[in-house]
């Protein structure tokens, strides 16, 4: 028989200084050694080495005597055929750890349709076992992270599977149940899969930053220890940098960069008692410069799932914030071990009543269980209960993507993966065509369609998606495959903030001041400045204070004011002319659209200065704009624009309607027309021009018609595809 040492975990429950019955628990380990013979692991390991890595994971929870017997005996009645069975573990090791077990094993031998039915009904036993006993599912998270620590071994699909049903599930299970140890590894080790490359450049990136503040950690505690102990205080203090997981969800999600993370690093005093953490918190605002706006007190108002302590984000040696947070001893252990840190299961004391009143979302999701047997409303309810604010959708293979409330289809075609959003042109809810502004609901299977001979994501996109993965994602494309057309954009804006400063300047003045501003910012070219502004690494907003500041200090209010060149345009704002656009910050200016992009509402727009025709308004991504910006003598005739804020509230059925070009592909049909000019009438769309061609026997309509903004536009292509033999509908050109 092969055995494995076992006597780290006895030591760990020696250390405990806890009551253990160690007889109870060799006794397991033997019964599940036996039974285990002759199993291995994919590694080539003695599958007995897993289930005692799992008891450790459950030791170091502090969990119980029966607790520590489930996790050696979790896969034997699963994985052991006929040699054992619940009846035999109750009556050798007693009935709770029999529940345990069960609770932790598979449904087999029941016929599943597929493999998302039989994952759904597991799910949904795991969970009703919890609801009986929540020892369940903290051994099920103790397994997980072992998988999780050893899944290198595994094939790409099999890891990748694993860690996204990780990073979906069980990640935000530990989450809820407070768990932050497991939680964070099991993040870090799912990304590592998910997204080695994210996950390889966000680890360099605290490697780098943290190699070149190594000693700074280390002043901060001696120099906070010094005060803490002048005040007569007791405590212990840590420090750490944050995890590669939580600086990669706040610059995916919230679009920041690594100098913007200002809880980079952290350090942790606990104290004795709640008062001292009151009298810490005072002594470290008046050692250090608070950061307005980055306190939170959750002693006094706990996080749903038990979480408390004080967050203070302060300012240390040479600018750097770090962030400082106070919590008692028993604050600490709930915050690294949440729920499992109350457990307590023979003090008969208010222990549990407190477990059953933080665990009330376990009961009314297993409620289930009295209306329905179908495991697809029990995942329903799991979607709700467990992931608040979130969203869970299905690819048509029945792979499962959350996204929050609010995110549409683009944001679900970059969740599955930035090629999939790129090339996307279109999708199908549960079968039907929909627009991709379209927000998916919980259970909707989406379809993504897409085409390889594409252009790319819209710059109208950006204001459309709610997630920052996908706005991250849209914008590295245009950062790599619009270079030019980004340049011309960021320099719009520049020249737009410039001029609200109400002095003339030069383009070489405004070059100068962007080299100045973008160096100290780290871009090495002035394009790069430009570059980033335009698709959308960093706003103007942002520098706007940076430019006040270096356009004062080159431009003197003494300058004279330089004379108009013939190329400026001769504003008249008191003339509207209903276009409803305003260049430069004045309305009323003589303006003409673009017959090669035709801009509506809603559209990113610019304008370019015309010889004698008034300003040309085109989209920003029109591929005419990054055609004429290559000649260096049109550069500086282009000129910021935008909608007015009247227009872009109008209501539909307003008499101010743009002129707007789609392209429809169908199969030849004689009603295909009739059907076309009915569903417009339907909408009240008012058709101006059509024209048709037969092509290799498709059928290509090329129709103008009146619009509001973009918004309505996509309405009526969704409308078009869902005519009969309609292929495909294009925004089009005249």
Known sequence: MTYFNIEKLLKMLEETNRYYDFDKIKKAYLFAAKLHEGQFRVSGEPYILHPVAVAENVA???????????????????????????????????????????????????????????????????????????????????????????????????RRKTALETMQVYAPLAHRLGIQRIKQELENISLSYLDPIGY?????????????????????????????QENGLNFTMDGRVKSVYSIYRKMFNQNKSLDEIYDFYAVRIITHTELECYTALGIIHDTFKSIPGRFKDYISTPKPNLYQSLHTTVIGREGIPFEVQIRTQRMHEIAEYGVAAHWKYKSGDKSREDIDRRLEWVAKLVETEDDTRDPDEFMQALKVDIFQDEVFVFTPKGDVINLPQGATLVDFAYAIHSQVGNRMIGAKINGAIAPIDRCPQNGDIVEILTSNTGKGP?????????????????????????????????????????????????????DEICYNIGSRMGYHQTDDLYNALGYGGITIAKIANKLKDEFDRLIKPTTPEAPLTEQQIQVRPHKKNFSGVIVDGVDGCEVKFAKCCNPLPGDRILGFITKGFGISIHKQDCPNVAEIA????????????????????????????????????????????????????????????????NKDGEMILNLTVGCKNTDHFTSIISRMRSIDKVTDVKRGSA
Request: aromatic share 6%; proline share 1%.
């Open 630 to 693: 290559t000649k260096e003598e049109n550069r500086d005739r282009f000129v910021s624009a935008f909608w007015d804020d009247a227009v872009m509230q109008t209501k539909q059925g307003s008499e101010n309607l743009y002129e707007a070009h789609l392209q429809i592909f169908a199969e030849n049909d004689i009603m295909l027309l009739a059907n076309i000019t009915r569903a417009l009438a339907d909408m009240k769309v008012t058709l101006h021009q059509i024209n048709t061609q």
């Open 200 to 228: 390889a450049e966000i680890k360099g990136d605290i490697e780098r930053k943290y190699g070149e503040n190594r000693d700074f950690i280390t002043d901060i505690k001696k120099q906070i220890t010094d005060k803490l």
């Open 458 to 510: 819209s710059r109208d996109w950006l204001n459309m998606v709610k997630t920052g993965e996908a706005r991250n994602k849209i914008r590295q494309w245009f950062k790599k495959e619009r270079r030019t057309e980004n340049i011309i954009v960021g320099k719009g804006d520049i020249d737009r903030e410039l001029k609200r400063l109400g002095r003339p300047y030069t383009p070489a003045q405004r």
């Open 60 to 158: 170091q929870l502090g969990m119980d005597t029966d607790s520590i017997c489930a996790a050696l005996l979790h896969d034997t009645v699963e994985d052991c055929g006929t040699l054992v069975d619940l009846q035999t573990i109750a009556r050798e090791f007693g009935s709770d750890v029999a529940l345990l077990v069960d609770g932790l094993t598979k449904l087999m031998h029941i016929p599943f349709e597929d493999k998302e039915e039989e994952h759904m009904e597991n799910l949904r036993k795991m969970f009703l076992a919890m609801s009986k006993d929540v020892r369940v599912i903290f051994i099920k998270l103790c397994d997980r992270l072992h998988n999780m620590r050893t899944l290198s071994v595994k094939n790409d699909q099999k």
